[in-house]
């Protein structure tokens, strides 16, 4: 298949070109500005999910589309926020009907569906609807009102397929969406002097490549308007930092802030990114995901498309030895 990806240049977005680009014709979307290191030699088209006559030229003549591309950031304008996860997924619909493309794979998130102490067994899945909640940041308001939109393209009879990929983590770019890893460097280099959350509060971590395999098994197995959970293990917080303490020999705090204070400390963080430009390591809104749970189950997608993720003990010891190799850990 001729298959064009946007998001291309970002974390998990470099694995996928790697992966399709192996077994299709690939096309990429990659902004001016873009970092290209690392990526496939393959066709690569200048421009912007937020510019639909750009989307439209690199979709000109594709089977299908993966839209993997969003605004993933601490910190951030609203506006910015809704034209790229927002405006981006209206304007790839719209390009892929006039290019009458058979399939588009939109690459969603687990923080659409909400959190999961609510559901059944304290677990959603893709059959969660997307409801009206208090939404914790814009990152979460755009991705869920992206998923509305995605549903109702689906119940139009558009041909399209969603994945929700949980926490993402593994060897790459420590860019803001590779949270865990980012935060395993923080401990290494003891810059982390507390823990967030309760101990027992689980969330869903998932090996970068895994979900590389359950987007690719997506576009060439799935029958469009299927929607699929891409996790992984579900551990507590302080199983996590068992595990990390066991695999990597990192220094693991004792002491959890308490959220009003962590509430407090983030705020004042988050002014000073405004005002210096920084990225802020705490914000009341990390404060509040760390109050909830994001715990999820992945039957659909290992039984429809033998997706089989790997442990989290596994896909740890792996990325730590990526960071050590890499000299990113002291």
């Known amino acids: 298949m001729r298959v064009l990806l946007t998001g291309g240049s970002g974390f998990l977005g470099r694995r996928l070109a790697v992966a399709l680009a192996a077994r299709h014709d690939l096309r990429l979307l990659l902004r001016p500005t873009s970092n290209r290191g690392g990526l496939p030699p393959v066709a690569m088209f200048a421009g912007d999910v937020t510019d639909r006559a750009s989307v439209a030229r690199a979709l000109a003549d ?19 926020f809704d034209r790229t996860n927002l405006g981006g997924l209206e304007n790839v619909l719209g390009a892929a009907a006039e290019a009458k493309v058979g399939h588009i794979v939109h690459v969603s998130s687990f923080i659409a569906l909400g959190p999961s102490e609510g559901g059944p067994e304290g677990l959603l899945d893709e059959s969660a609807e997307p409801n009206d909640r208090r939404w914790i940041n814009d990152y979460e308001r755009t991705k869920t009102l992206a998923d509305r939109r995605a549903r109702q393209a689906i119940a139009g009879g558009v041909p399209l397929s969603v994945v929700y990929p949980a926490v993402i983590y593994g060897p790459g770019e420590l860019t803001e969406g590779n949270l865990l890893v980012r935060h395993l460097v923080d401990l290494a280099h003891r810059r982390v002097p507390a823990l967030l959350g309760r101990p027992e509060r689980r969330w869903c971590y998932v090996h970068v490549e895994d979900v590389v395999a359950g987007v690719v098994a997506t576009l060439e197995r799935a029958t469009p308007g299927s ?40 705020a004042a963080m988050k002014a000073w990114a405004r005002l210096t430009g920084g990225v802020p390591k705490l914000t009341p809104d990390l404060v509040e995901v760390y109050r909830h749970d994001w715990a999820y189950r992945s039957d659909r997608a290992r039984r429809e498309l033998g997706y089989a993720p790997r442990s989290l003990a596994d896909g740890l010891a792996g990325t730590f030895a990526w960071l050590r190799e890499n000299g990113l850990l002291p």
């Open 227 to 266: 929607r699929y959970l891409l996790g992984g293990d579900n551990v507590t917080s302080a199983e996590l930092y068992r595990l990390i303490g066991s695999l990597g020999g990192l220094p693991v705090p004792a002491w959890r802030m308490p959220d009003a204070v962590a509430t407090t400390l983030g």
């Open 62 to 80: 594709c089977d299908a589309v993966v839209h993997a591309a969003a605004l993933v950031r601490i910190l951030a304008p609203p506006a910015e």
